[in-house]
């Protein structure tokens, strides 16, 4: 499933530290706090996510079947003519409809956008989506942690459905980003952090049902149709 770097993978440790932090916030009864990070945990996932595309477009741009419709949608171009000659443009996509393209180039099916782990991703922007697009009378919408533990698991698991062994791509490599995002007095310290955030993700799966692949992708619908 691609080359994930650094940075997609610092974007969902930061989310789900900053889900830690707000279930602290909320055992001592700090509101305040607890919104806070949550809406950092939110906007974190969706760095992820996006980050997680762009990583992975180098792997598609390399299988043979993908077309140059596909390529323009990944690559953010679009095809034109300028003076009889065709020329590729700077053009910006959806985040989620450049994901889908991604999906199909390689998985060889279509998203489907009637299933649960689609409603969720549906849902998972529209919390997004009221932090981000506030309408008057412009208070900072209340999010729960609850629904910041959907956000970040739901980005997860869109990748995790992409895979052959359907572990989410940032997993195993929880350990070694983590340290990037806090300073640490002391291995003793960095190794506490790092289990820390894979408690955190273990009990997230148990609130949560898991991803196939099938739960995403039609299979029996070819990607040139």
Not at 42 to 62: D, H, K, M, Q, R
Not at 135 to 159: D, G, K
Not at 161 to 187: C, M, Q, Y
Not at 188 to 208: D, H, K
Request: net charge negative; charged share 25%.
């Amino acid at each position: 499933m691609g080359q994930t770097n650094f940075l997609a993978l610092q974007f969902i440790s930061d989310a789900i530290l900053s889900l830690l932090d707000a279930q602290d916030a909320d055992e001592k009864g700090i509101q305040t706090e607890v919104d806070r990070h949550c809406r950092n945990a939110i906007f974190s996932s969706f760095a992820y996510f996006e980050a997680a595309i762009n990583e992975s477009v180098p792997t598609a741009l390399g299988f043979d079947h993908i077309n140059s419709e596909r390529k323009d949608v990944l690559e953010e171009f679009v095809t034109d003519v300028d003076n009889g000659k065709a020329v590729r443009k700077r053009r910006y996509y959806r985040t989620e409809d450049r994901f889908c393209v991604l999906a199909t180039v390689l998985t060889g099916g279509h998203i489907k956008k009637g299933g649960t782990l689609w409603q969720d991703f549906t849902k998972a922007k529209k919390i997004r989506d009221k932090l981000t697009h506030p309408r008057p009378p412009y208070t900072f919408p209340v999010t729960s942690i609850e629904e910041a533990m959907l956000v970040c698991l739901t980005v997860n698991n869109m990748f995790a459905a992409l895979t052959d062994t359907g572990v989410p791509i940032s997993l195993p490599h929880i350990g070694t980003i983590a340290s990037a995002v806090r300073k640490f007095a002391n291995e003793e310290e960095l190794q506490a952090e790092f289990g820390r955030v894979a408690n955190a993700m273990r009990e997230m799966r148990q609130r949560f049902d898991f991803p196939a692949r099938e739960d995403l992708v039609d299979m029996t619908r070819p990607a040139d149709q």
